[in-house]
C-alpha cells in the first residue's frame, strides 16, 4: 500500500474510532489542532490551483473532513459532559473567542452560523447547481466542436481524447459539488443540533451529577459548549468559503490573489478617487481626523504607485516589442515574412508622411476606409486591406502605388498647395506650377492657399492633395479589381448569398460550377465596370445556363443581359436621348466569321490590315462622341459583343461596348455614327 493510501486511510479510521472510543482531552487538543490546519490547507489549496480540475477529488474532501469533524464534535461532547475538561483548545475558544462572556459566545456562534448556513453554504451550492447544469446542456455543442477541429486537423486523435476525457471530468465534478455542498449545509444544522443538546446534556449532569448550583452549571457548560462548537464551526466555515471560491473561480491562467488584486486596485484613477472621498469625509464630517485623512492618503499615494507601475510596464513592453522586432529582422532564416505580397500597398515619400500620419492632423488612412466603402458600394465587392507605408527611397512628395507588389502608377503632389484643374470653359489664368493630375493625366497647375479663393471663384476645380492621392488610388483600385478578387473572396460573397438564398447556392455551387468558374464570370463583369452587388440575378442566371454551357464568356453574356436595367442606368440617363455609334451588320459577320472555337476558349483569328481599317473607324466614330461631350459607347448585337470589345480594349480602355439585349426598353439612343471596315 502507498504511503498516500495509508494516511488516508488511517484519516477515516481516526474518525470512526473517536466516534466509538473515548479519547483523552490532550489527544483531542492535537487532533483540533490538525483539524483547523486541514481547513487553512484546504482554503489556500482552492486560491491558487489554476483550474477546477486540479482539485477533481474535493467533493470526497468534503465527505471527509465533514465525518472528521462530527467525529471531534461527538468525542469533545462526551469529554465536556463526562469530566468538564474538554482540554485546550475548546476551553480557549470558549473563553477567548467568545470574550469569556455566556451571552457574548452565543451571540458570536450564532452568527458564524448563520455566516455560514444562510450566506457562503446557501451562495456556494445555488453555483455549483447552475454550473453544473450549464456544463451539462453544453457537453453536446462542446464535443461537436472537438470533432470538428478532429476533422479540420486542427488536433491529433490523442489531444481530441484528452479533451472529451477532461471534457466528461468537468460534467462530473460539477455534478458532484452539485451534491457535496450539501455535505457542509446538513454539517451546519447538525453543529446546531448538537450546540444546543450539549447545553441542556451539561446543565443536567453539572445540577445532577456535580451537585452545581443552576447558574453556575449554565455558565460553565454553556461557554464549553459554545467552545466546541465554534472550534468545529470555524473550520467548517473555512471549507465553505473554500468550497465557495473553487465553485466561483474565473481565471485559469493566473493566481487568484494577482488576478483579484489587479482588479479591485488596478485602476489609478479609481484610487485617486476613493482617497478623496475619504479625506473629503474626514474633514467636513464628525468622523475621526486620525483615521480618515491618513487612509485618504494612502490610497492617493497607492493610486500614484500603480500608475508608475502601469507607465514603466508600458516603456517595458514597447522596448521589448522593438527588441523582438529588431530581433526578427536580424534573423538571417527569417524571409517567410518576405515571400507574402500585398494585394494593394500605397508607399510614399516622407514629404507626405504629415497627410497619413493621425497625430499630424492627416486623414489619409480615413479615406482609404471610405474608399474600400465606396467599391463596395459600387461594384460590390470587398477591397482587400490597403497597406500604406513610407519608403525614404522615393522623393520627398513622390508615391507610388502596387498591385500585387508590382507599381502600376505613380504620383508626385506639393504638401502645401492646392491643385487646379481647368474644367474647359474658364478663360482667366491664374500662375501656378505646371503639373497633370495623376488619376486622368489632365493638365493641372499647383496654386497656394492663398490663390484658392481666387481660382474657386472664376471657375477652377480645386483639389488637396489627400483628395489627389485618394481619387487617383481609387481610379487604380476600380481598374485592377478584376485581378484583386480572389477565390476566397468568391467563397465569402457565396457564403453572403447562402444565409439568405441557401437553395440557390445549393444548385449552383457545386453542382454546375465551381469557385473557380464563378470567379471569372465575376471577374469579367469588373474589368468593364459592371457592379456585381446584385449577386442573387448573377447566381440564378448562371444556374439557369449553366447546364446548356460552361464557358465563362458566354455565360457572362447571359449575366449581363439579365442585368440590364443596372447596364442601362449606369450608361444611359433617364429622360434623356443617348448619342450611341453601332457597328455595321457586315463587320458583325465578319468578325463572327473569324471567331474559332478551342477547348481552352473562343479568339479572333480577323487580318492584322482589317482589324488596322475598324481600329481607324472607332476612333473616327468616337470622335465624333467625343466632340459633343459624350461618352464613347458602342452598340453591338448580342453574339458580337464580347469579341468586339475583346478587339478593341487593348487599343480604347474606356470603350464602352453594349449589346441591343442588355439595354432597358425605356432607353432613347440616338446614333451618329457606325463603325465599317
Given at each position: 500500500m502507498k504511503k498516500q493510501d495509508l494516511g488516508v486511510a488511517l484519516y477515516l479510521l481516526a474518525a470512526v474510532v473517536m466516534l466509538i472510543v473515548p479519547i483523552n482531552s490532550t489527544l483531542l487538543d492535537v487532533l483540533l489542532a490538525f483539524n483547523i490546519a486541514i481547513a487553512f490547507t484546504i482554503l489556500f489549496v482552492t486560491m491558487f490551483v489554476k483550474e477546477v480540475l486540479d482539485m477533481s477529488f474535493f467533493p470526497t474532501i468534503l465527505l471527509f473532513t465533514t465525518i472528521f469533524r462530527i467525529a471531534l464534535n461527538i468525542s469533545s461532547t462526551r469529554l465536556i459532559l463526562t469530566t468538564g475538561d474538554p482540554g485546550n483548545v475548546v476551553a480557549t475558544f470558549g473563553g477567548f473567542v467568545g470574550g469569556g462572556d455566556l451571552v457574548i459566545g452565543i451571540v458570536v456562534f450564532i452568527i458564524l452560523?448563520?455566516?455560514?448556513?444562510?450566506?457562503?453554504?446557501?451562495?456556494?451550492?445555488?453555483?455549483?447547481?447552475?454550473?453544473?447544469?450549464?456544463?451539462?446542456?453544453?457537453?453536446?455543442?462542446?464535443?461537436?466542436?472537438i470533432d470538428a477541429d478532429l476533422n479540420t486537423g486542427a488536433i491529433t486523435d490523442a489531444q481530441a481524447k484528452e479533451r472529451r476525457q477532461k471534457l466528461q471530468d468537468e460534467a462530473s465534478f460539477f455534478g458532484s459539488m452539485d451534491g457535496a455542498v450539501k455535505y457542509v449545509k446538513g454539517d451546519a444544522v447538525a453543529g446546531l443540533i448538537i450546540t444546543g443538546v450539549n447545553i441542556v446534556g451539561g446543565i443536567v449532569m453539572g445540577v445532577i451529577r456535580q451537585n452545581m448550583e443552576f447558574g453556575a452549571a449554565l455558565d460553565k457548560y454553556t461557554i464549553l459548549t459554545i467552545g466546541d462548537g465554534l472550534v468545529s464551526q470555524i473550520p467548517s466555515l473555512l471549507i465553505s468559503l473554500s468550497t465557495g471560491i473553487l465553485v466561483t473561480k474565473g481565471s485559469k491562467e493566473a493566481d487568484f490573489g494577482t488576478v483579484l488584486v489587479k482588479q479591485m486596485f488596478g485602476l489609478p484613477k479609481v484610487l485617486y478617487m476613493v482617497g478623496g472621498v475619504i479625506t473629503v469625509l474626514g474633514i467636513i464630517t464628525p468622523l475621526s481626523n486620525l483615521i480618515f485623512i491618513p487612509m485618504g492618503a494612502i490610497f492617493i499615494v497607492c493610486g500614484r504607485m500603480v500608475a508608475n507601475t502601469i507607465e514603466t510596464a508600458e516603456i517595458e513592453a514597447q522596448v521589448d516589442s522593438d527588441e523582438e522586432s529588431a530581433e526578427e529582422i536580424r534573423r538571417p532564416e527569417n524571409v517567410n515574412s518576405l515571400l507574402q505580397v500585398d494585394p494593394i500597398e500605397l508607399e510614399f515619400g516622407y514629404g507626405i508622411i504629415p497627410l497619413a500620419d493621425v497625430n499630424q492632423g492627416g486623414d489619409l488612412l480615413d479615406r482609404v476606409v471610405m474608399i474600400r466603402r465606396q467599391i463596395a458600394l459600387e461594384l460590390g465587392t470587398v477591397v482587400p486591406i490597403i497597406r500604406l507605408r513610407d519608403n525614404i527611397q522615393l522623393n520627398p512628395n513622390q508615391y507610388i502605388i502596387k498591385i500585387k507588389g508590382i507599381q502600376v502608377s505613380e504620383g508626385e503632389i506639393l504638401f502645401d498647395h492646392y491643385m487646379a484643374m481647368n474644367p474647359g470653359f474658364v478663360e482667366e489664368e491664374i500662375s501656378g506650377i505646371p503639373t497633370?493630375?495623376?488619376?486622368?493625366?489632365?493638365?493641372?497647375?499647383?496654386?497656394?492657399?492663398?490663390?484658392?479663393?481666387?481660382?474657386?471663384?472664376?471657375?477652377?476645380?480645386v483639389v488637396d492633395p489627400p483628395s489627389i492621392i485618394a481619387t487617383h488610388l481609387t481610379e487604380i483600385i476600380r481598374q485592377y479589381l478584376a485581378d484583386l478578387l480572389t477565390r476566397q473572396d468568391v467563397q465569402n460573397l457565396v457564403n453572403n448569398v447562402k444565409e439568405s438564398n441557401p437553395s440557390l447556392v445549393e444548385e449552383l455551387v457545386p453542382k454546375l460550377l465551381g469557385l473557380g468558374d464563378i470567379q471569372k464570370v465575376l471577374q469579367n463583369l469588373l474589368k468593364e465596370g459592371i457592379s456585381v452587388r446584385d449577386l442573387v440575378t448573377i447566381f440564378e442566371t448562371l444556374a439557369d445556363h449553366a447546364a446548356t454551357t460552361r464557358d465563362t464568356d458566354i455565360l457572362t453574356e447571359y449575366v449581363r443581359q439579365s442585368l440590364k436595367r443596372a447596364i442601362s442606368n449606369k450608361y444611359f440617363p433617364i429622360n434623356e436621348t443617348t448619342s450611341v455609334v453601332t457597328l455595321d451588320p457586315k463587320l458583325e459577320q465578319e468578325i463572327m466569321g473569324s471567331v474559332k472555337q478551342t477547348e481552352q476558349g473562343a479568339y479572333l483569328t480577323l487580318d492584322p490590315d482589317k482589324t488596322k481599317d475598324i481600329m481607324a473607324s472607332v476612333e473616327v466614330e468616337v470622335g465624333k462622341l467625343e466632340k459633343l461631350g459624350k461618352n464613347p459607347i458602342v452598340i453591338t448585337s448580342p453574339i458580337v459583343r464580347m469579341y468586339f470589345k475583346r478587339l478593341t480594349e487593348d487599343y480604347y480602355k474606356d470603350l464602352v461596348v453594349v449589346s441591343y439585349n442588355e439595354i432597358d426598353t425605356s432607353v432613347e439612343l440616338q446614333s451618329v455614327g457606325m463603325v465599317t471596315a
Open positions: 452560523l448563520i455566516v455560514q448556513f444562510v450566506v457562503i453554504n446557501k451562495g456556494s451550492e445555488r453555483v455549483a447547481e447552475v454550473t453544473a447544469r450549464f456544463t451539462l446542456d453544453a457537453m453536446p455543442g462542446k464535443q461537436m466542436a497633370f493630375e495623376p488619376s486622368f493625366h489632365l493638365p493641372a497647375i499647383w496654386i497656394t492657399e492663398n490663390q484658392r479663393e481666387r481660382a474657386e471663384s472664376v471657375g477652377y476645380t
